[in-house]
T-cell receptor
Framework: DTGVSQNPRHKITKRGQNVTFRCDPISEHNRLYWYRQTLGQGPEFLTYFQNEAQLEKSRLLSDRFSAERPKGSFSTLEIQRTEQGDSAMYLC?????????????FGSGTQLSVL | AQSVTQLDSHVSVSEGTPVLLRCNYSSSYSPSLFWYVQHPNKGLQLLLKYTSAATLVKGINGFEAEFKKSETSFHLTKPSAHMSDAAEYFCVVSDDEKLTFGTGTRLTIIP
């Protein structure tokens, strides 16, 4: 069990550029979640996958955001035409299908700064 | 809709004294409640969880929380604070497929 891995740890980009983050969950975890955390706030739910299927998306997830989990293993989160308001910590978490709430493991996050 | 309110954004206690972090919840259903801790540059870690079993829940590192339905509260306590407890603490509610976090309480330990 190597834990949930997120890359990169930090990303600095200019407004209008596209960025992509990667999350590698704990192996054999069926569920994968993306959350966003801004300064002074708790994490906010963005979307989640069960295997390769994206089952729910938050209204926070505008059409500039897209997430994939093509083979039910790692996941990517892409932000197109970044805006300064996208600056935040993007957190990934994974869990087994059963008792998912009780066995949710978080990665250390990707800190995005949009200049 | 589910939500949690953490009543204090910042709590400071002296090392060796008790800790109390307050949380009130709102949920349409019988909720699952959690406390998570976030140390700088580390991932969120589950401290403890309530899932309709015993109302007094024991977690890691000596933390406890008591579920009080009549008060819709789930306060986190520890009898004696340690320097390593300094971190951000989040109260979390779940009554469906996802977690809803509070805004967090920053705990500072005074030597």
């Amino acid at each position: 069990d190597t834990g949930v891995s997120q890359n990169p740890r930090h990303k600095i980009t200019k407004r209008g550029q596209n960025v992509t983050f990667r999350c590698d969950p704990i192996s054999e975890h069926n569920r994968l979640y993306w959350y966003r955390q801004t300064l002074g706030q708790g994490p906010e739910f963005l979307t989640y996958f069960q295997n390769e299927a994206q089952l729910e998306k938050s209204r926070l997830l505008s059409d500039r955001f897209s997430a994939e989990r093509p083979k039910g293993s790692f996941s990517t989160l892409e932000i197109q035409r970044t805006e300064q308001g996208d600056s935040a910590m993007y957190l990934c978490a994974s869990s087994p299908l059963d008792r998912f709430n009780e066995k949710l493991f978080f990665g250390s996050g990707t800190q995005l700064s949009v200049l | 809709a589910q939500s949690v309110t953490q009543l204090d954004s910042h709590v400071s206690v002296s090392e060796g004294t008790p800790v109390l972090l307050r949380c009130n919840y709102s949920s349409s259903y019988s909720p699952s409640l959690f406390w998570y801790v976030q140390h700088p540059n580390k991932g969120l870690q589950l401290l403890l969880k309530y899932t309709s079993a015993a109302t007094l829940v024991k977690g890691i590192n000596g933390f406890e929380a008591e579920f009080k339905k009549s008060e819709t509260s789930f306060h986190l306590t520890k009898p004696s604070a340690h320097m390593s407890d300094a971190a951000e603490y989040f109260c979390v509610v779940s009554d469906d497929e996802k977690l809803t976090f509070g805004t967090g309480t920053r705990l500072t330990i005074i030597p």
